[in-house]
């Protein structure tokens, strides 16, 4: 069985855009420890860093208004939701965006 019936034509924009082989996909996974393409990207892969962004996101939320505005946790936390419901509504600034109002 070949694993290219596995991965579609947009999943290479990663092997590409990071330069590495993909010839390994073409053959049996059991064999594919002995292949230079599976060690190169597995070498490359292992070396990225993950990112929750949405933990990321909530971190410079709290940053950005902690203390700015008030002091009392209570009050802070209000603030926090209500900001977050805003750039859920309103992820971007552009006028196509603000007029659509839900």
Same mark, same amino acid.
């Given at each position: ?24 996909? =073409?053959? @049996?996974? @059991?064999?594919?420890? @002995? ?5 190169? $990207?597995?070498? $490359? ?7 929750? @962004?949405? $933990? ?35 992820? =971007? ?10």
């Amino acid at each position: 069985m070949l694993m290219k019936y596995f991965y579609i034509p947009r999943s290479m924009k990663l092997f590409q855009m990071m330069d590495l082989l993909h010839d390994f996909l =073409d053959v @049996d996974p @059991d064999v594919w420890h @002995d292949r230079d393409g599976n060690k190169q $990207a597995k070498e $490359a892969l292992q070396s990225l860093r993950v990112v929750n @962004d949405q $933990a990321m996101h909530g971190f410079a939320l709290i940053q950005e208004y902690s203390g700015l505005l008030t002091k009392h946790e209570t009050q802070l936390q209000f603030l926090l939701q209500v900001v977050e419901k805003h750039r859920r509504l309103y992820p =971007d600034s552009r006028k196509q965006t603000l007029t659509n109002v839900p």
